[in-house]
């Protein structure tokens, strides 16, 4: 299997602040990738896909970047709602996550 | 607009069987492949199976291999997930999910509310 491993694993940042989560795969995973956002007591929601593509109706202070085994994503401009936990997600094999990355505001 | 809703959960003694139900709309289910991902109280995401569009090929993890069946009847746009000998360690809310794509190499659009199994005695 293909391990993922997210940092940090929580994260503390003040509203307006840029904040950023990496991913790092056990292998190269050929952008392969997907971020997910999740809020309390919510099902996940698919914010990027192929490492970069912005999904439908995302705001675009989120983006990632990233190729072969390091990825990242970026949020600008850190709104109140955009607290939740962040995962990530490998596609080029079995599909494996990350631990996640728990975001509050400080 | 699509929608997954999951049902069949429970609470349920260890070694028996529950059996999972995703009905879905707003999109044609037979062009995508499906998934079940599940989540451990105060824990992370974890990918259980999947079944390609046409139902012809089905993918699943190491630790549920030979317990678990996942199915879809296409004509009911409905997935299932057959879970068998349950053990302490499959009690999460199972998520059923729409891959992006007909086959498994691809990320998960859409997911349901899901629905909390727990295996106890």
């Known amino acids: 299997d293909i391990r993922m491993t997210q940092s940090p694993a929580s994260l503390s940042a003040s509203l307006g602040e840029t904040v950023n989560i990496e991913c790092l795969a056990s292998?190269?995973?050929?952008?392969?990738l997907a971020w997910y956002q999740q809020k309390p007591g919510k099902s996940p929601q698919l914010l990027i896909y192929n490492a970069n593509s912005l999904q439908n109706g995302v705001p675009s202070r989120f983006s990632g970047s990233g190729s072969g085994t390091q990825y990242s994503l970026k949020i600008n401009s850190l709104q109140s709602e955009d607290v939740a936990t962040y995962f990530c997600q490998q596609y080029n094999n079995y599909p494996t996550f990350g631990a996640g990355t728990k975001l509050e505001l400080k | 607009e699509v929608q997954l809703v999951e049902s069949g959960g429970g609470l349920v003694q260890p070694g028996r069987s529950l059996k999972l139900s995703c009905a879905a709309s707003g999109f044609t289910f037979s062009d995508y492949a499906m998934a079940w991902v599940r989540q451990a109280p105060k824990k992370g995401l974890e990918w259980v199976a999947t079944?390609?569009?046409?139902?012809?090929?089905?993918y699943y993890r190491d630790s549920v291999k030979g317990r678990f069946t996942i199915s879809r009847d296409n004509a009911k746009s409905t997935l299932y997930l057959q879970m068998d000998s349950l053990r302490s360690e499959d009690t999460a809310t199972y998520y059923c999910?729409?891959?992006?794509?007909?086959?498994?190499?691809?990320?998960?659009?859409?997911w349901g509310q899901g629905v909390m199994v727990t295996v106890s005695s």
């Open positions: 999910a729409r891959h992006d794509y007909p086959g498994i190499t691809s990320g998960f659009d859409y």
């Open positions: 079944i390609i569009y046409d139902g012809s090929s089905t």
């Open positions: 292998e190269d995973i050929y952008s392969d």
